[in-house]
């Protein structure tokens, strides 16, 4: 497979996740959080991050979330960061 298309798949494997989790978890939790949308998505980007440092320094295995899910929500927060930025986060 090609560079472009392992990035475009990625991408759209992402978004597909983020529309689920948008689905079940609705805009009120980023665009009411405490601080605003900005602090409690950089709180979150914090503590993935976080987690991300300890599986990699460790080696531990996870029972749940994979090292690579980590990466995923990563990537997912700083898309709705981006949003946020942007003004195309919804404020309800």
Same mark, same amino acid.
């Given at each position: 497979?090609?560079? *472009?298309? !392992? !990035? &475009?798949?990625?991408? *759209?494997?992402?978004?597909?996740?983020?529309?689920? *989790?948008? @689905?079940? &978890?609705?805009? #009120?939790?980023?665009? +009411?959080?405490?601080?605003?949308?900005?602090?409690?998505? @950089? %709180?979150?980007?914090?503590? *993935? =991050?976080?987690?991300?440092?300890? +599986?990699?320094?460790?080696?531990? =295995?996870?029972?749940?979330? #994979? +090292? @690579?899910?980590?990466?995923?929500? $990563?990537?997912? &927060?700083? /898309? /709705?960061? $981006?949003? %946020? $930025?942007?003004?195309?986060?919804?404020?309800?």
């Amino acid at each position: 497979m090609e560079f *472009k298309d !392992v !990035v &475009y798949k990625l991408a *759209k494997d992402n978004a597909d996740l983020l529309l689920r *989790k948008h @689905r079940d &978890y609705g805009p #009120s939790n980023i665009a +009411l959080a405490p601080g605003g949308p900005l602090n409690g998505l @950089r %709180v979150r980007i914090h503590d *993935k =991050t976080a987690r991300i440092n300890h +599986l990699i320094d460790s080696g531990a =295995t996870p029972e749940n979330e #994979s +090292l @690579r899910d980590s990466f995923v929500d $990563l990537c997912n &927060y700083a /898309i /709705i960061a $981006l949003m %946020v $930025l942007d003004g195309d986060w919804p404020n309800d």
